[in-house]
């Protein structure tokens, strides 16, 4: 997914250009998949093996995973206090 690239450079300590702009980015994605406005699932059936009921449950575990794994200190509690979206 295009948060996984941007997520990459973010915490790419010798890459500090256009940071704001990448934060825009994913704030934008973030909004969208919030709103409803993607209808059609983010996921591929064929390689996640759970129905997630919709798009925001599959990014906001997606994100959680994914900080997780770049930060090993990061606890899921407080991936799950960053990512609080309604459902």
């Known amino acids: 997914m295009i948060d996984s690239e941007i ?8 890459h ?3 940071f704001k702009l990448h934060v825009l980015v994913l704030q934008h994605l973030f ?11 983010l996921w591929d059936a064929a390689i996640v093996s759970y129905a997630y009921p919709n798009n925001l449950m599959f ?3 997606y994100t959680i995973k994914l900080l997780g794994a770049s930060f090993p200190k990061y606890s899921s509690i ?10």
């Not at 997520?7 to 010798?14: G, S």
């Open 16 to 18: 500090k250009p256009g």
């Open 78 to 87: 407080c991936g799950c206090k960053i990512c609080e979206w309604t459902v």
């Open 31 to 41: 909004c969208l998949v919030e709103s409803g406005s993607l209808t059609e699932p």
């Open 7 to 14: 997520f990459a450079v973010l915490t790419d300590t010798f």
């Open 59 to 61: 990014v906001r575990e």
